[in-house]
């Protein structure tokens, strides 16, 4: 099992550029996340989804836009970007345990974007 | 608004010691009480989880201390290691799933 895999590692992006980071997860899991980390500031969740077709927007979703076509894929669209979106971007998925279990999100490496 | 405060920002323990880091959270709806570890270049993974209708939680070297009344809870790293070395995120949701996390608490073990 490969778990989360998310491409690119790294990305300079200049202003106003578009781009698309791929989220991809082998282990069947329902749920899926994209978060944001910077510096002090913990984990944003931008977007998440309960299905395929089924996405809904987190705390931090402007400037972004999901789409969830099947279980695995769960890709991250960046239009127009702008220096505040500099940022490490995280993608997560879980399965809902059920009973008195944990629903642990399991992360991806992250991808580091620039927008400069 | 961090919807879970976590404090200090960061800390620095020698060997052996013990390192403590407090959450606070308002929501009350709030029932699954994880904490994430994560280390340099690194995605986050889950360390410990809490449930609101236990007080603590205990795995190897980690507790967790849980205070509904207060709406606190606490992470206790018991006898640190140098591998222990990372940062650690509190984090609250409801229903298990959209997760609110705290600002993360950089610790340094020193050998």
């Known amino acids: 099992n490969a778990g989360v895999t998310q491409t690119p590692k790294f990305r300079i992006l200049k202003i106003g550029q578009s781009m698309t980071l791929q989220c991809t997860q082998d282990?069947?899991?329902?749920?899926m996340y994209w978060y944001r980390q910077d510096p002090g500031m913990g984990l944003k969740l931008i977007y998440y989804?309960?299905?395929?077709?089924?996405?809904d927007k987190g705390e931090v979703p402007n400037g972004y836009n999901v789409s969830r076509s099947t279980t695995e894929d769960f890709p991250l669209r960046l239009e127009l970007a702008a220096p505040s979106q500099t940022s490490v971007y995280f993608c997560?998925?879980?399965?809902?345990?059920?009973?008195?279990?944990?629903?642990?999100?399991?992360f991806g490496p992250g991808t580091r974007l620039t927008v400069l | 608004q961090q919807q879970v405060k976590q404090s200090p920002q960061s800390l620095i323990v020698q060997k052996g010691g013990i390192s403590i880091i407090n959450c606070a959270y308002e929501?009350?709806?709030?029932?699954?009480f994880p904490w994430y570890q994560q280390f340099p270049g690194k995605g986050p993974a889950l360390l410990i989880a809490?449930?609101?209708?236990?007080s603590e939680k205990k795995e190897g070297r980690f507790t967790i201390s849980f205070n509904k009344s207060a709406k606190q809870f606490s992470l206790h790293i018991m006898d640190s290691q140098p591998g222990d070395s990372a940062t650690y995120f509190c984090?609250?949701?409801?229903?298990?799933?959209?997760?609110?996390f705290g600002a993360g608490t950089t610790v340094t073990v020193r050998a």
């Open positions: 997560a998925s879980s399965s809902r345990s059920g009973g008195a279990g944990y629903n642990e999100q399991f």
């Open positions: 282990m069947n899991h329902n749920y």
């Open positions: 989804s309960v299905g395929a077709g089924i996405t």
């Open positions: 929501n009350t709806a709030f029932d699954y």
């Open positions: 809490i449930r609101p209708d236990v």
């Open positions: 984090a609250a949701s409801v229903n298990d799933y959209k997760l609110s």
